[in-house]
Structure formats: structure tokens, C-alpha cells
């Protein structure tokens, strides 16, 4: 029989719906029933795409016995941590401080208040390296909660008194200069991996955000090592097996230094960031690998991510049924020898086993290999190679495919929209723009209320219930302004600055314009969660301070302009020294140095050629942080077209930045040089 998970959006929590464990959604009744009880509360918490979670469900949460011990001694609590976030992260702190690590599944026992006394990740169903059996964690739990209550209360008051005094401390309220950049770029040259490309060992992530802070840095100075970095990370990743060499796109991360084994599961966030980034970097050079990827993942993202409502899935899984029934992680995505023989004959499968480095031996488990692409000497048949490629992919299709978690998040699919946007237009290719306009259709329809609120989750075309959070308001936002300089519709302007004034309102701090995790109208969690550096994704805090500041250049706004330049106070004392962890606030920073730029188009028509060019040629300039408006004379769709003429009849680009302007000029070469950093 379904327990009450049955009734939630969320694909996770649906996963455990029919768990023998009579679980609860996080909600004020799961409390309730736990004080009227008189027992903890377990938290759980996961995702859809999480290997571990799985397992840990497979062998507790679906074990009769075990459910049946938890339901006669606990309140149990099931959360998908896409959708709260901020639950997530306020007991992801707790578990790090408490154990000096974290991940998920996230095992947490609380009081009837929410105030958290003992941690875990996985715990295994009989003891196992050291590690207890989540039998015996449950059995010691209870008998402390019985028989030393007083501990229990005066350790979790403990530790919800730490966590409330772990307020951030905030630096000053000033942007970061010059040196503080130049020291943050000596930081990560220390911590780069010249051999391989990336940063620090395994396992191996992609530094999207530091990428992005590389090529603006780059541009705005000129400094070969930045874009060095930049340029060989994103080629060894590309080239890597966490690059789907098949069908596009970027699994989660590498568990090794080489980018050679990839975890699995695929995330919309990654491979949007990273669908950005290469647009970006062949804007910057002009490398055809980085055009490839660029469209590549764009494509892969609209074909296996698009949900029937126009948004995008927030994840597919990293296990799939490798044809026997079991569930494995991969099996999706490896080739054997021996598979590569039955879909390609004897010789075309030696060359592809040559070309994507399929050995006997394997490189990933039971003599499987992932696809990569490393680097060969020799001409190679670029027709032939294309034409296997087509062939394992069509025969690739017809294996069990990995689950697909259609969840919209909405700050993801703001991510996406930027993405799709830009690449679209960089590429001439407007069905990507069109993807990422039906996305952004479908974020004001459905998860945007008449106050400009934004729920933070739909599926199916029902929006969840619960309140988006800062990455929400801010990476959505990031989304429309870029579509608004795509496009050339003003809505989308307006729509970021609905979202960004309650940034302003309900999510920054008065006295010192720190920003929090959550709204001030809220629920109220044991703390309110406030965290300002990059994870797997921009933080909230860095993510509003680059679409304020991108607002503030649209429009002249003091006050958007004044809450950017305090946001970024935090990056003044954190870049130095933790620059891998606070990319996107750097990158932020780069365009405050650059002005940054405000590019107007003013044309006859906006598909007048001469317009398109002059527009496609602001678009592609590399000063970081430029805004652009198109649009004809006259025009009120932006403000930046405000009292700008043509030029003796002819479309013309008014560039202007710290409150200085340039010439005007007609000359699409004259433009390109002037944004070119």
C-alpha cells in the first residue's frame, strides 16, 4: 500500500512511495506527529539520480523488517534536496561540522523540533568497513532517546546554538580590485593540474564557473595563462570519457585525475554551464572542438532533457538495466570489444575501438570501456569515424535507456535558457533560441504568480509547493536578461527585474547587503541557510550579484548597481583564497572592472541585415559582463535605445560604460574591436 509520498511532484519521493517505511514529506504535521509521539524524527534526504540513494533504498528502505522498526520508533522524513534546497543545506552543514564530511543520502536524527543530535550518510544493512549497519545506528539512536534524554536535548541545542553563530563573516562592502583578481588567478594556477587540465585530484569535477571567470579575465587583461587554463581543461574534459562521446553532453564528474570514468548521472545544471562556457571559449578562439561540444550538449539538452511542457528535466540517472535485469551504473553509456564487433563488423569496430580507446582489458568494470577521444597521430577518416559514430548511437538507443527525473527547477532551466540562448545565436541555430524561449514561457505561466514569486519545482505541468529560493530568482533572471539581449523583446528585461526587486526586498540583509539562501517571509529552519560560494552550480549570493549588475547596466538602475557591488564585497575576501570555490562571484567581479559594458543596436528592422550584423557582432564580443539591446529608433522595449538615431540612415552601435560613451559607429569591424575586451 502507497504511504504518503504517493501525493507528491517530486520523482524522488515518488520513488519511495511504496516503501514499507511509512514516510512522511517534510511538513509541520510530520513534527506534530513525532512531539504527539514522543519519537525522533529521521531525516532522509536525496535525489532521483543518486547512486547511493538507491542502494541505501534497496536495501533499507524496501526491507520489511527494517521499515517495520522504523515505524514503531521514528517519525520518518523524506526530502529530495533539488526541491529544498535550503533544507538541504542547513543540515548538510550540521553533518559536515559534526563529521567533517557530507554527501547523500543524508541521514540525519532530530528532535520533535527539528533540532538535529546525530549524522550519516550511507549506512550499509550488516557492518561494513568499519562502518556500523543502519540496524544498529537505529537501535542506538532509540535507546539514547529513551534512556539519555537530557544528553540527546543538551547536544542538539549544542549544535543549533554553533550553527546560529556561524554567521559569514562578510568582508567589506567594496567590489574586488585588480590585485585581489590577480591573486585569486595565482591561487588556481597553484592548484591547476598542468598534465591532465582541471584542479586538484580526483574525484575530478567540471570548474564551469571557474571557466568563466578565466575567459573574462583573459579578456579584460589579456593574460595567455588564464586562457591557457581554460582552453586545456575544457579540450582534456571534451576529450575525456565525462563527455558523452555518442550523444553529447557531461555526466556529473570524473572519479579520477584522467577524466576517464565518469559518475554517470547527467544534470541539466552541468550541462548547461558547461554548454555555455564552450560557446564562450570559441567566441574567445574560435576552436572548432569548442564549437562541436557547444552544440553538441545544446542538442543533447532540447532532445533528451526537453519535457512536453517546454522545460527541461532536472536529471537521467547513472544506472540503467545492462540488459540482464540489473540495475548498473553505466551500462547505458560502456562498450566491450566484443559489442563494438556486433554492431560495426570486424574492421570498423577496430577503428572505433582505436578511435574512442575500447580496450581488451577495459576501463571501466568487467572489461568495459567508457568512449573517449584521446588525442592520436595520423590522419584518421573523419567521414568513417562520423558514420560509426551514427551506427553506436542507433544501436545505443535501443538499450534499456537510464530513468529520466522530469522535475523542473526552475533556477536550472534558467541556467539552460541562457545557455540555449546564446548558442543559439552564436550559431545560427533560432531552434535553440526557440527552446529556450518555450522555457522561459513555460517559468512565467507556471512557476511565476502574480506578485512575480517564483515556485522553485513543477512536473507535468503542476507546480510544486514549495517557494523558490535565491539561485531561483537570481539564475532565472540570468536567463531572461540574456534572452532579452537575444532577442531583442523587452519583456524579458522586465520579467528579470520583477525577479531581481525581491532579491533586493526579501533576500538581502539592509544593514550590510548580505544576501540569504531563503526569503524573509520564509519557513523558518533552524537557521537561515546563507552561503555564498559556487557548488555544482552558481551560488545564490554570486548568481544575484552578476544579474544585478547586468540589470543595472540595462537600466541605469542605482540601486540594482549598489546591492551588485555589496554582494560582491564577499568575493574581495574569499577569491585570494578560495578562488575554485567562488568562480561565478570572480567572473561578476571582471565585468564590474569593465564597466561593464552597455551596447545599443538601433536599426530600420530588426531582420534588417545591416541590424543583424552589427547585433550578431555585439553578441560575440568577449568584454566581459556586456549588455546588448537591439532594437528600431525610438523603441521603448529598452532603456539603453533611449534618444539613439540611426547614423546617416544606416543601423548603428552606441557602446557606452562608466558613464562615458563612444562614437557611435556603423561598422561592424569597428564594433568588433571596441568589445573585444
Not at 526530502?79 to 543540515?91: I, N, T
Not at 588556481?188 to 570548474?207: I, V
Not at 552606441?654 to 569597428?670: G, H, I, K, L, S
Request: hydrophobic share 40%; net charge negative.
Amino acid at each position: 500500500m502507497p504511504n504518503r509520498l504517493a501525493h507528491e511532484t517530486s520523482p524522488y519521493l515518488l520513488q519511495h512511495a511504496d516503501n514499507p517505511v511509512d514516510w512522511w514529506p517534510w511538513s509541520e504535521e510530520a513534527f506534530e506527529e513525532a512531539r504527539k509521539r514522543n519519537v525522533p524524527v529521521l531525516l532522509s534526504v536525496g535525489y532521483s539520480s543518486c547512486h547511493w540513494c538507491h542502494v541505501m533504498a534497496h536495501e533499507s528502505f524496501e526491507d520489511q523488517e527494517t521499515a517495520e522498526y522504523l515505524n514503531a520508533h521514528y517519525v520518518s522524513v523524506k526530502v529530495d534536496r533539488e526541491e529544498r534546497p535550503d533544507v538541504d543545506a542547513v543540515y548538510m552543514e550540521a553533518v559536515q561540522a559534526a563529521t567533517g564530511q557530507g554527501g547523500w543520502p543524508m541521514t540525519v536524527f532530530l528532535t520533535p523540533d527539528a533540532e538535529p543530535f546525530y549524522f550519516g550518510t550511507y549506512f550499509p544493512p550488516a557492518p561494513r568497513q568499519g562502518m556500523p549497519s543502519f540496524r544498529q545506528v537505529l537501535q542506538g539512536v532509540h535507546q539514547a532517546w529513551d534512556e539519555r534524554r537530557d544528553e540527546v536535548n543538551e547536544v542538539a541545542g549544542k549544535i543549533v546554538r554553533d550553527l546560529s553563530g556561524r554567521e559569514i563573516s562578510y568582508g567589506d562592502a567594496r567590489t574586488p580590485g585588480e590585485e585581489e583578481l590577480a591573486q585569486a588567478l595565482l591561487g588556481l594556477t597553484r592548484e591547476y593540474d598542468p598534465q591532465r587540465g582541471g584542479f586538484g585530484g580526483a574525484p575530478k569535477f567540471p570548474p564551469s564557473m571557474v571557466l568563466e571567470f578565466l575567459l573574462r579575465h583573459h579578456a579584460r587583461t589579456g593574460a595567455e595563462g588564464a586562457l591557457q587554463m581554460a582552453q586545456d581543461t575544457c579540450e582534456r574534459m571534451a576529450r575525456g570519457g565525462m563527455y558523452d562521446q555518442l550523444g553529447g553532453g557531461f555526466a556529473r564528474y570524473s572519479v579520477d585525475r584522467d577524466w576517464v570514468v565518469p559518475h554517470f548521472e547527467k544534470m541539466l545544471y552541468d550541462n548547461a554551464l558547461l554548454c555555455r562556457v564552450y560557446a564562450h571559449l570559441w567566441r574567445s578562439t574560435g576552436s572548432e572542438l569548442a564549437r562541436r561540444v557547444a552544440l553538441e550538449t545544446a542538442d543533447f539538452m532540447v532532445r533528451e532533457l526537453r519535457t512536453n511542457e517546454g522545460g527541461f528535466a532536472s536529471a537521467l540517472d547513472a544506472d540503467s538495466d545492462d540488459g540482464t535485469g540489473r540495475h548498473v551504473e553505466g551500462a547505458y553509456y560502456v562498450w566491450t570489444p566484443e559489442q563494438l564487433r556486433e554492431v560495426l563488423g570486424e574492421q570498423d569496430a577496430d577503428l572505433a575501438a582505436q578511435h574512442f580507446g575500447v580496450t581488451e582489458e577495459g576501463t571501466f568494470e568487467e572489461g568495459a570501456s567508457v568512449l573517449q577521444r584521446p588525442v592520436r597521430d595520423g590522419v584518421v577518416d573523419a567521414g568513417r569515424v562520423a558514420a560509426i559514430r551514427e551506427r553506436l548511437l542507433a544501436a545505443r538507443s535501443g538499450r534499456p535507456a537510464p530513468g529520466r527525473d522530469d522535475k523542473v527547477v526552475a533556477a536550472w532551466n534558467g541556467l539552460a535558457i541562457a545557455a540555449l540562448a546564446e548558442t543559439g545565436a552564436y550559431f545560427d541555430r533560432p531552434d535553440l533560441v526557440e527552446a529556450a524561449v518555450a522555457a522561459a514561457d513555460l517559468l512565467v505561466r507556471l512557476h511565476l504568480d502574480e506578485q512575480a514569486r517564483l515556485t522553485r519545482t513543477s512536473k507535468d505541468g503542476r507546480a510544486g509547493a514549495n517557494a523558490g529560493v535565491l539561485e531561483d530568482y537570481a539564475d532565472v533572471a540570468e536567463g531572461f536578461l540574456a534572452l532579452a539581449s537575444v532577442t531583442g523583446e523587452g519583456v524579458w528585461l522586465e520579467f528579470a527585474g520583477f525577479l531581481l526587486d525581491h532579491v533586493l526586498v526579501r533576500f538581502t540583509d539592509a544593514e550590510s547587503g548580505a544576501l540569504y539562501d531563503t526569503a524573509a517571509d520564509a519557513e523558518r529552519l533552524i537557521r537561515r541557510p546563507q552561503d555564498p560560494t559556487d557548488n555544482a552550480a552558481p551560488s545564490g549570493w554570486t548568481a544575484a550579484a552578476n544579474a544585478l549588475l547586468s540589470y543595472a547596466a540595462h537600466t541605469g538602475s542605482e540601486p540594482h548597481r549598489t546591492a551588485a557591488e555589496r554582494a560582491l564585497g564577499v568575493v574581495k575576501a574569499l577569491g585570494p583564497r578560495v578562488p575554485r570555490f567562488i568562480g561565478w562571484g570572480l567572473a561578476a567581479a571582471e565585468a564590474v572592472l569593465d564597466g561593464p559594458r552597455e551596447v545599443a543596436i538601433v536599426g530600420p528592422a530588426l531582420d534588417d541585415e545591416g541590424t543583424r550584423t552589427l547585433h550578431r557582432t555585439a553578441l560575440l564580443g568577449t568584454a566581459p559582463g556586456a549588455v546588448v539591446a537591439v532594437g528600431i529608433p525610438g523603441s521603448e522595449e529598452f532603456p539603453l535605445l533611449a534618444d539613439r538615431p540611426l547614423v546617416g540612415g544606416e543601423p548603428a552601435a552606441y557602446v557606452c560604460r562608466n558613464f562615458t560613451c563612444d562614437a557611435p559607429t556603423t561598422e561592424p569591424d569597428r564594433l568588433s574591436t571596441v568589445l573585444s575586451g
